[in-house]
């Protein structure tokens, strides 16, 4: 048990140690990959028309990437995102493509998330729209989104389609949109979300936001799990202005940001959300008149955008979680249903959560994180799975070494000696047998 706590312990402080360095719109959208279209519309001072904020995001590691011949190597991937608007009876009424690249010093990994994004804007027709966007490389990979929006001058769908999250909760600051569409990255503590309401609708009255869960995700998330405490929020600054939208695209990802122009046909309705305690799954924002409970409801999503693979094998992620179990522990989580046991496997890091008040657990998914690229990492020919060989082992409870060094005499076993010159203060001295295993021989206190 002392060895466990001092494990789980070192595994905590690492992780912290590498922190400091009803609306038809597009709720329906399917995300079979980390792509997700950026739409965002509101009226036009004439009700006829809207202008629209049109764009992706997606992971860098869903591309494809190629090694460029030079020194240091460099990894370059290509590709070109289009995005079609169809109206009701299948024409287009608006097109655009992105031709863009990505650069790394390494291929990125699925595990260690880096999105991206582009995004336009134009004004449209009202009307009902199909929004197409189709990411494609040379090599005929594709990622593909779709979702649907309705334009006009209801409240309904003003509301709903003038969804967009910001990156500050500071009302002191300009508002900036984050890119996230209306998919929020599992993960977030807090979203600031702002609305257009027509005034028409909204009057004086102040407005009472509330949030619901309608569907999760994972259902080893149970009971009480499910129940997401976000507060009501009160609308208690009311705004009437036009909001305007301005494109920088001079940063990496573009900059949106928004300046207010005072007018009486609009009220721009901000919203803070509490989501430390929301889980992965398909909300509705409600907005609630309570004079005359008229309720506009505005759906979102929370994506769990890389979830731990091996979360999803539940009894070979009790094997990579041996190191940091008692044999008691180890022996009853294998003795565990399989229905049930990656939801005892969520109990057992809850107990590690180093942020308790939040559902996504950081510990969780960095010692699943490190376990998924020990794998193929230290894999070898008489060590096939690296996260179960030695190696694997440190790596996975702590980290990545400072430096490794690598000794091959003829006449000597081999030697690897990875180096920890950070808070773990540690020298890991491996030995390389006739067979090719590597075998701890020697741990040292630096």
Not at 19 to 41: C, D, F, K, M, N
Not at 317 to 335: G, K, N, Q, R, S
């Amino acid at each position: 048990m002392i060895l466990r706590g001092v494990l789980v312990g070192l595994i905590a402080f690492s992780m912290a140690l590498a922190q400091s360095r009803e609306y038809r719109g597009p709720s329906r959208a399917t995300v079979p990959s980390s792509l997700v279209g950026i739409v965002h519309a509101y009226p036009t001072p004439t009700y006829d028309s809207s202008i629209c904020i049109l764009g992706y995001r997606l992971d860098a590691a869903d591309l494809v990437f190629f090694q460029r011949n030079q020194n240091p190597p460099v990894f370059v991937a290509h590709y070109i995102a289009t995005i079609e608007l169809r109206d009701s009876i299948g024409v287009v009424r608006f097109a655009t493509v992105f031709h863009d690249s990505v650069v790394s010093t390494k291929p990125p990994q699925r595990t260690t998330p880096r999105p991206i994004a582009n995004v336009r804007q134009t004004t449209l027709a009202n009307g009902h729209y199909t929004i197409n966007v189709d990411v494609t490389q040379q090599q005929r990979q594709r990622l593909l989104w779709q979702g649907d929006i309705t334009l006009d001058a209801t409240a309904q769908s003003t509301a709903a389609a003038s969804l967009i999250f910001l990156q500050s909760n500071d009302r002191a600051t300009a508002p900036c949109a984050e890119l996230w569409g209306q998919t929020i990255p599992f993960g977030t503590r807090h979203a600031s979300a702002l609305v257009i309401v027509p005034r028409a609708w909204s009057g004086r009255d102040r407005l009472i936001g509330l949030c619901r869960l309608r569907q999760q995700y994972y259902p080893f998330y149970r009971g009480m799990d499910t129940n997401v405490a976000v507060p009501i929020t009160v609308d208690a600054e009311p705004t009437f202005a036009l909001p305007l939208w301005s494109l920088d695209a001079s940063t990496a990802p573009p900059q949106l940001c928004m300046t207010a122009h005072a007018t009486d046909h609009f009220r721009i309705v901000r919203l803070n959300i509490d989501l430390r305690r929301a889980i992965p799954g398909d909300y509705q924002l409600l907005l609630v008149r309570p004079v005359t409970n008229d309720t506009l409801t505005v759906s979102f999503r929370l994506q769990w955008f890389s979830p731990p693979p091996h979360l999803f094998v539940s009894r070979y992620a009790v094997e990579v979680m041996h190191y940091v179990l008692t044999d008691d522990e180890y022996t009853a989580l294998l003795d565990t249903p399989d229905s049930n046991r990656t939801a005892a496997i969520i109990a057992w890091w809850a107990k590690q959560d180093p942020t308790p008040a939040t559902r996504y657990n950081e510990a969780m998914v960095e010692y699943f994180r490190r376990a998924f690229s020990a794998r193929t990492q230290f894999s070898t020919s008489q060590e096939p799975d690296g996260a179960l060989s030695e190696r694997g082992k440190i790596f996975i409870l702590f980290g990545e070494p400072t430096r490794i060094e690598t000794t091959l005499d003829p006449d000597k076993p081999g030697v690897e000696v990875w180096h920890y010159t950070n808070a773990v203060k540690k020298r890991f001295t491996f030995e390389i047998t006739d067979q090719g295993r590597y075998r701890l021989v020697k741990m040292d206190t630096l």
